[in-house]
T-cell receptor, first 112, second 113 residues
Framework: GDSVTQMEGPVTLSEEAFLTINCTYT??????LFWYVQYPGEGLQLLLK?????DKGSNKGFEATYRKETTSFHLEKGSVQVSDSAVYFC???????????FGAGTRLFVKA | SAVISQKPSRDICQRGTSLTIQCQVD?????MFWYRQQPGQSLTLIAT?????????ESGFVIDKFPISRPNLTFSTLTVSNMSPEDSSIYLC??????????FGQGTRLTVV
């Protein structure tokens, strides 16, 4: 079945460091791919998305490119801030369906 | 984008009691979803709630433990019944259209003592 695998955390970085959180997926068809972020004490909110191969989603300095050949959707940010400390979830939307499949989540700590 | 109001935001409950969580959406939506997020874990889908029909439960979740109501297209409730400490989790509701992103409520942090 469809699944999402993302790198384990926690990831601890200093402010202004480069961030990469790896995400790979297994799916039939052509799913949409998402990154969600969960700040402490809050629900999940969409960070960015890509709906087809080679699309790049971007928001708040974060980027991810839908790579069909490597079945990946890695999240990157060139310079993290303390306010980016949160849990990041990679997710896959089933083709033609309503369900979303979430990865395990990666907790990011950014130190000042 | 939908705005989902979920309440309560947190509660501490005695074992053996029940808690009902409410989700209100600011627009009519077809599908609503209930998730459990155990401490430090990802989201696990409990059930899908459709208006006018019984909820569809995922493997490992049963209606007697997690009864769900969906009286109209903007509202749903999840009840956690006969609670035990193992039910301590964050419970999240969401709505999602076909092939689109999900929108979440802010979550209910439940502690069972």
């Amino acid at each position: 079945g469809d699944s999402v695998t993302q790198m384990e955390g926690p990831v601890t970085l200093s402010e202004e460091a480069f961030l990469t959180i790896n995400c790979t997926y297994t799916a039939t068809g052509y799913p949409s791919l998402f990154w969600y972020v969960q700040y402490p004490g809050e629900g999940l909110q969409l960070l960015l998305k890509a709906t087809k191969a080679d699309d790049k989603g971007s928001n708040k300095g974060f980027e991810a490119t839908y790579r069909k050949e490597t079945t990946s959707f890695h999240l990157e940010k060139g310079s993290v801030q303390v306010s980016d400390s949160a849990v990041y979830f990679c997710a896959l939307g089933n083709t033609g369906g309503f369900k979303t499949i979430f990865g395990a989540g990666t907790r990011l700590f950014v130190k000042a | 984008s939908a705005v989902i109001s979920q309440k309560p935001s947190r509660d501490i409950c005695q074992r053996g009691t029940s808690l009902t969580i409410q989700c209100q959406v600011d627009s009519q939506v077809t599908m609503m979803f209930w998730y459990r997020q155990q401490p430090g874990q990802s989201l696990t889908l409990i059930a899908t709630a459709n208006q006018g029909s019984e909820a569809t439960y995922e493997s490992g979740f049963v209606i007697d433990k997690f009864p769900i109501s969906r009286p109209n297209l903007t509202f749903s409730t999840l009840t956690v019944s006969n609670m035990s400490p193992e039910d301590s989790s964050i419970y999240l509701c969401s709505e999602q259209g076909a092939d689109t992103e999900a929108f979440f409520g802010q979550g209910t942090r439940l502690t069972v003592v």
